[in-house]
Every structure is written in structure tokens, then in C-alpha cells.
């Protein structure tokens, strides 16, 4: 029965004509986990940028994800996921602090709910660029990039003595935000594959490259020992999307994603495409 409710909702007919709210309460009183996800999920798809006209849908996502309120890592993944839906596009600021909030908190909990809300985070400021009047004051660009840093510059500087100040990223110098919810996050890989989920979808095809270049990424070999390859991919990956109009299948293209320092130990100018294929398979793995 959960598929089911799922698929009327992802086919837009879990409207309030054909299921009013409070028979939504009745399910949600089964207290079914796999029921009250499909449940949560088909509505808020049902009504992708109509929040602010469904209270009663909100009410009833925001409710999972209440500090008062104990729900599985699953219902709140579905209720982050489902507020970003019912405001994607419409850079509500009440909507954005909540799911900060949740993005903060769930990287003491579980990797799943923190996705979730990067994911709803993401949609709320989908292409807005952190530069809708309500997104502004929360500075969430800055915040995700100043964490980002951090990280990457802590991971770096384990066994190394001689980093200095121009040897960190950029953002590691940024001001602080107007509301950084993320100082104190916990400082594992989690919250980095999450905030370049949430930037990448906030600047998706802005082409900002002043943005995309602040996403720190290693410099030399040493740095590239001491990041694992998840995170790795996660900050390239929303450098792309940031800069997708860049993206190219050309050989140049590829060739200008792969750091200097390991380009210069290898022969560039391959004579036919299979020397190239083989060239881009010990860079990126094969097939």
C-alpha cells in the first residue's frame, strides 16, 4: 500500500480533493514507517512550489522534524526531502533556516537525514544563487564554503608543521557569516559531501566560477593522500554542475579537471584515442 500512495503522489494525484488531511493523519496515526515515507514523499510531490498554499502539508513535514518531536532517520529524510519540494524554487527563508538547522543536527545522527536536508536545502534555493531576498541575511554560501575549508585544511595539516596562511584555501578566510549554523558541526566527511550537495544545487548552471573555485581540492600529492576519494568526488562533482556550461566532451575538458601535479609524470600527446582511453581510465578508474 505504501507503493501505491507513492506513485499517486509522484503521478500528482495526492491532492486535497482525492485525499484530504485528515485522512492523511489517519495513516500517519498507523505510525507504518514505509507508510508515512510514501506518505510524506507523494504529497510533497503532488505539490513541488506550492507550500506556502498547503499549510497542512508543511505542518505535517515540519512535525518529523521537530526537536520534540521522535521520528526514524527515515520519516525525517522524507519530511527534509518533502519541505524541499513544497517550496523548491521559492527561497523561503523560514523553509531554508529549518533545514540548515536539520543539516547542522543531523551530522551528529545519521548520513541519510543529513543528504536529506542538503537535498530539501538545495531545492528551497534552487538556481537562487544564495541572492533571494529571504536567503541573504543567512549567508549560507559563505557558511558551507567556510566549513568545507576547514575540513579539508584540518585533514591537510595532520603530520604537517609547515602549512602557513597562503597554503589554505580561500574560504578559509572568508568573514564570518551573518548566521553560520555549522561551526560547531561535527568535522567528519558527512557534512562535506552534504554542503557541496546543497552548493552545487543553489548555483546549479550559474556558471559563478569565483564560486565554483573557492571549492578547495588538492594542490599536491600530500593533500591528495589525506582526502578520501568520496569527498574528492563530491567537490568535483559540484564544481561541474556549478559550471555546466563549461562541461565538454572534448579531451581538453577532461584533461583540465586532473591537477597539474599529476599531469606532469605522464605523456599527453597520445597518438590515438585508445592510448587516451587508457590515459583517462588510470585517472578516473575504469568502466
Known amino acids: 500500500h505504501a507503493g501505491f500512495l507513492l506513485g499517486l503522489g509522484l503521478r500528482g494525484f495526492l491532492t486535497e480533493e482525492r485525499l484530504p488531511v485528515a485522512d492523511c493523519y489517519k495513516y500517519l ?26 499549510t497542512g502539508i508543511t505542518r505535517m513535514c515540519a512535525l518529523h522534524i521537530s526537536f520534540s518531536f521522535e521520528a526514524p532517520p527515515s520519516v525525517r529524510a522524507a519530511s527534509s526531502l518533502g519541505l524541499g519540494l513544497l517550496y523548491a524554487q521559492t527561497g523561503q527563508r523560514g523553509i531554508a533556516e529549518m533545514l540548515a538547522k536539520e543539516l547542522h543536527c543531523s551530522a551528529y545522527r545519521d548520513e541519510c537525514q543529513q543528504l536529506a536536508a542538503a537535498f530539501g536545502l538545495g531545492l528551497v534555493s534552487l538556481g537562487k544563487q544564495g541572492l533571494h531576498r529571504d536567503l541573504v541575511l543567512l549567508n549560507l554560501p559563505s557558511a558551507f564554503l567556510r566549513r568545507l575549508a576547514r575540513e579539508m585544511a584540518a585533514s ?9 596562511e597562503e597554503d589554505l584555501p580561500s574560504a578559509v578566510l ?75 566532451a572534448s579531451k581538453s575538458w577532461i584533461l583540465g579537471q586532473v591537477p597539474l601535479f599529476l599531469l606532469r609524470d605522464f605523456d599527453l600527446e597520445c597518438e590515438n584515442a585508445t592510448d587516451f582511453r587508457a590515459l583517462c581510465e588510470l585517472f578516473f578508474g575504469e568502466e
Not at 591537510?156 to 602557513?164: A, I, V, W
Not at 548555483?203 to 566560477?209: A, G
Open 174 to 248: 572568508l568573514e564570518p557569516a551573518c548566521r553560520d549554523f555549522f561551526d560547531t558541526a561535527s568535522g567528519d566527511g558527512q557534512f562535506s559531501q552534504a554542503a557541496c550537495l546543497a552548493l552545487s544545487l543553489m548555483y546549479l548552471c550559474s556558471n559563478d566560477r569565483r564560486l565554483a573555485t573557492r571549492i578547495p581540492l588538492p594542490r599536491n600529492g600530500y593533500q591528495l593522500n589525506a582526502t578520501p576519494p568520496d569527498l574528492l568526488a563530491a567537490r568535483m562533482i559540484a564544481r561541474g554542475l556549478i559550471l555546466w556550461d563549461d562541461v565538454k
Open 29 to 54: 496515526k498507523l505510525q507504518h514507517e514505509v507508510t508515512t515515507v510514501a506518505l510524506l514523499l507523494g504529497l510533497a510531490a503532488s505539490h513541488i512550489g506550492l507550500g506556502s498554499k498547503q
Open 156 to 164: 591537510y595539516s595532520l603530520g604537517s608543521g609547515d602549512m602557513n
